[in-house]
């Protein structure tokens, strides 16, 4: 391997962190209240919904798949929660799970077994989870709030050493994460399947049922995501997920997961959200902008890192060729 081929290899796994680096850096100095530890506490509970949402979502882009269902099962895992704690607090957190994994579920059988374009059928369960929400809330006119004192409400909003249970607990799913990928044949297989789904089947892998369970694993990301959130804020509110499918895909892509399979990292995908929630925080801080900049810097940031990416991975094929 060359050095421009081994800086090639850094720039696309690691420049997330590098670019993170360089942006916490500058507003630390450009900003008195960034770099506080209260700040700290706050980028880091914002990003922790949406973190454990894209990780679900690392392991289907790896695979060569995509989910856009994750806001709506988000959204859908919040009301079922706050649903559900009527009957406590473990009611409140399987009735979630249950179903938004149900809905995973049904979107790795179409997906594997019935051969359909992820695309579309996360599309249709996309549409048919905000349905769902809808329907069990009365169009949004419900907004059920959960009991301070219930201990799914006291997770969502309790501390340890000042810092939020949600980030501890995406903390232990992110590295429960890398060693499924790392060191297990699960994470291996995921890894063949995004980059030949025909060679993985030549080597016997098991690749629908691997599929199947790697759609079942996002939707239950996204309902324990969203069940925290509505513990968090104390109710399920129907109009949150809108647009956090897209913001989970731009986490992963800018850590530097490949679009089209077969290469990725969790903890980029981490970087990558810690780096969307720091644009956030950054254009709060400056005041005088609208925070649908963040959408603007985002998407910014996903054009660029999809066209560097395309750019490596023809350097990397031409390589091969050359061989």
């Keep these: ?13 690691r420049g997330s962190v590098v670019v993170l680096a360089i942006v916490v850096l500058v507003s630390s100095f450009a900003f008195d209240s960034f770099a506080t530890v209260d700040n700290a506490r706050n980028v880091a509970m914002q990003s922790s919904f949406l973190a454990i949402v894209a990780l679900g979502m690392t392991f289907v882009i790896m695979s060569g798949g995509i989910d856009l269902s994750v806001g709506s099962v988000y ?22 799970l249950v179903v938004c994994g149900g809905i995973g579920l049904l979107n790795g059988v179409l997906v594997a077994y019935g051969r359909l374009a992820p695309f579309i059928v996360t599309l249709a369960t996309l549409l048919g989870a905000r349905g769902l ?5 009365k169009e949004g006119a419900t907004t059920r709030v959960m009991p301070r004192d219930a201990l799914l409400t006291r997770i969502g909003q309790g ?3 000042g810092i939020g ?44 049922r691997r599929t199947m ?30 647009g956090l499918e897209l ?40 005041g005088t902008l609208s925070s649908y900049y963040q959408s603007v810097v985002s998407g910014a940031f ?9 750019y490596l991975s023809r350097a990397h094929l031409g390589r091969k060729r050359d061989q």
């Design 302 to 310: 996903l054009a660029v890192v999809v066209a560097v990416q395309a």
């Design 75 to 96: 959204a859908l895992g919040g009301v079922l929660a706050a649903l559900g704690i009527q009957w406590g607090s473990v009611a409140g957190l399987a009735l979630p």
């Design 165 to 208: 249970y949600p980030v501890f607990i995406a903390a232990v799913l992110f590295a429960v994460g890398v060693f499924v990928l790392q060191r297990t044949r699960f994470g291996h297989s995921v890894r063949a399947i995004g980059g030949s789904a025909e060679a993985a089947k030549l080597m016997g892998l098991p690749v629908a």
């Design 213 to 242: 369970w790697l759609y079942t694993g996002s939707g239950l990301l996204a309902g324990l995501a969203g069940a925290l959130s509505a513990a968090y804020i104390a109710s399920g509110v129907t109009i949150v997920g809108v």
């Design 133 to 137: 929400l809808l329907a069990i809330t």
């Design 1 to 13: 391997m060359t050095r421009r081929e081994w800086l090639a290899g850094v720039v696309q796994r």
């Design 159 to 161: 501390t340890l050493l």
């Design 247 to 286: 913001n989970a895909i731009a986490a992963v892509v800018i850590g530097g997961t490949l679009l089209t399979g077969g290469a990725g990292t969790v903890g980029g995908t981490l970087a990558g959200v810690v780096l969307l929630s720091v644009i956030q925080n950054v254009i709060n801080q400056i």
